[in-house]
């Protein structure tokens, strides 16, 4: 989680496994919906090792939620591999949420 003024405005949940749809259960969308419902954000990322999937964009019905999935290629060199983190984080800043009033920090 990310805060700014002692409010969140992003949350991230990095999972060491593969991007697999069609194989991982939903349970890791549903544990991301909930970050972002107690914590007053329209957006959460999930991030993976690198998969057989294209990075995912979830919009979540009735909830205005949007839950983005990603990956990151782990089997990279480390210099290149933290080119790919600096990206994520610019991604990051520039989508973070403004808080949500009354939203409290975990």
Do not use: N
């Amino acid at each position: 989680m990310w805060e700014r003024g002692g409010h969140p405005v992003a949350v991230l949940d990095a999972k060491y496994k593969a991007l697999r749809p069609a194989a991982y259960p939903h349970a890791d969308l549903y544990q991301m919906l909930a970050y972002c419902t107690v914590l007053g954000l329209s957006l959460g990322r999930l991030v993976y090792a690198a998969g057989d999937e294209e990075p995912i964009r979830h919009a979540v019905r009735r909830a205005e939620t949007v839950i983005e999935t990603t990956t990151l290629d782990l089997s990279k060199p480390i210099p290149e591999l933290l080119v790919d983190f600096a990206e994520l984080a610019e991604r990051i800043v520039a989508t973070s949420s403004t808080p949500v009033a009354g939203a409290q920090a975990l």
